[in-house]
């Protein structure tokens, strides 16, 4: 069998952020000379600027017809990946390369609030590339697929999150993307729609895209994914297949609140 096509190639990705108006020098020391506060050319601080290095030489390469999951502590830098890898903030320094047809499915997914379900189905499919006919076609799957029933035609501030996030997902991955990024928006699903959102990754994987999500879950990651990056501190800390992956990854959880148990 021939080996699918790079959706996205990462090589050495550094990714900073920069934070203004803090306390001068507040994640490293202060600086010790009169001059250097002056002038700001302490550490990498530049007046109250504070510069966080959040992903540190990261590579991969993600093929058609793989579903990765990324696993990580809190700010290892598993969501900041993936809005890089959707375009949405710059690297700093490395390359990396993806194809232009991304859907990113955050819990904050774009959808006005203020604006009925019905109207966010039809700016929602519009905005992934789908004619008003083609979105009026699907409409009925759309709502089906996310359990909103009537709400639909109230607006989207009525809705519980867990509803917000299933329409959201089920806006999203009408029309199959390439690259099909999920953050989070599964956890808020019952156990039906979680069995029907993996359904629907795996046709997109099928249809030889790409699936990259994250979550808390190492179960969500095992159950879902054909592969899984593990993130420590900005760096991949392992890379292969989601079983092997994420019981390393728990392993390592377990192991470390033990290690916090045993603290006085
Ligand atoms: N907008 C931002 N401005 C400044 N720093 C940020 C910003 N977003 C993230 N960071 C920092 O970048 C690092 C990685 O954060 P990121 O949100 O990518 O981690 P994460 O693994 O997704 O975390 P979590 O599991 O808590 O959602 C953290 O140190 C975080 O504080």
Same mark, same amino acid.
């Given at each position: 069998?021939?080996?699918? %096509?790079?959706?996205?190639?990462?090589?050495?990705?550094?990714?900073?952020?920069?934070? +203004?108006?803090?306390?001068?020098?507040?994640?490293?020391?202060?600086?010790?000379?009169?001059?250097?506060?002056?002038?700001?050319?302490?550490? #990498?601080?530049?007046?109250?600027?504070?510069?966080?290095?959040?992903?540190?030489?990261?590579? +991969?390469?993600?093929?058609?017809? %793989?579903?990765?999951?990324?696993?990580?502590?809190?700010?290892?830098?598993?969501?900041?990946?993936?809005?890089?890898?959707?375009?949405?903030?710059?690297? !700093?320094?490395?390359?990396?390369?993806?194809?232009?047809?991304?859907?990113?499915?955050?819990?904050?997914? @774009?959808?006005?609030? !203020?604006?009925?379900?019905?109207?966010?189905?039809?700016?929602?499919?519009?905005?992934?590339?789908?004619?008003?006919?083609?979105?009026?076609?699907? +409409?009925?799957? /759309?709502?089906?697929?996310?359990?909103?029933?009537? +709400?639909?035609?109230?607006?989207?501030?009525?809705?519980?999150?867990?509803?917000?996030?299933?329409?959201?997902?089920?806006?999203?991955?009408?029309?199959?993307?390439?690259?099909?990024? /999920?953050?989070?928006?599964? @956890?808020?699903?019952?156990? %039906?729609?979680?069995?029907?959102?993996?359904?629907?990754?795996?046709?997109?994987?099928?249809?030889?895209?790409?699936?990259?999500?994250?979550?808390?879950?190492?179960?969500?990651?095992?159950?879902?994914?054909?592969? $899984?990056?593990?993130?420590?501190?900005?760096?991949?800390?392992?890379?292969?297949? $989601?079983?092997?992956?994420?019981?390393?990854?728990? $392993?390592?959880? #377990?192991?470390?609140? $033990?290690? #916090? #148990?045993?603290?006085?």
């Amino acid at each position: 069998m021939a080996a699918s %096509e790079p959706t996205v190639v990462a090589h050495d990705v550094r990714i900073s952020y920069r934070t +203004f108006g803090g306390a001068r020098n507040a994640l490293e020391a202060a600086p010790t000379s009169r001059w250097s506060r002056l002038v700001g050319r302490a550490g #990498k601080h530049v007046g109250a600027v504070n510069e966080i290095e959040a992903v540190k030489g990261l590579s +991969f390469i993600a093929r058609e017809g %793989e579903s990765i999951g990324l696993v990580g502590r809190n700010g290892s830098g598993k969501s900041t990946v993936l809005r890089a890898v959707a375009g949405l903030i710059p690297i !700093s320094g490395g390359q990396l390369y993806s194809r232009s047809d991304v859907a990113l499915l955050g819990v904050n997914a @774009a959808l006005m609030k !203020s604006l009925s379900g019905e109207r966010n189905i039809m700016l929602g499919g519009l905005a992934r590339g789908l004619t008003r006919r083609e979105v009026r076609e699907k +409409f009925d799957e /759309i709502v089906e697929f996310s359990g909103v029933g009537d +709400f639909v035609k109230l607006p989207m501030s009525s809705y519980s999150s867990g509803m917000s996030a299933r329409l959201a997902f089920a806006i999203a991955s009408a029309r199959t993307p390439e690259i099909l990024i /999920i953050d989070e928006a599964l @956890a808020t699903g019952d156990a %039906e729609f979680r069995r029907r959102s993996a359904e629907r990754i795996e046709r997109i994987r099928e249809e030889a895209g790409t699936v990259f999500m994250v979550s808390h879950s190492a179960t969500t990651i095992r159950n879902t994914c054909t592969r $899984a990056i593990w993130l420590e501190q900005g760096q991949v800390r392992a890379d292969g297949p $989601a079983k092997e992956v994420t019981a390393e990854y728990s $392993a390592f959880i #377990k192991a470390l609140r $033990a290690a #916090k #148990k045993k603290r006085p």
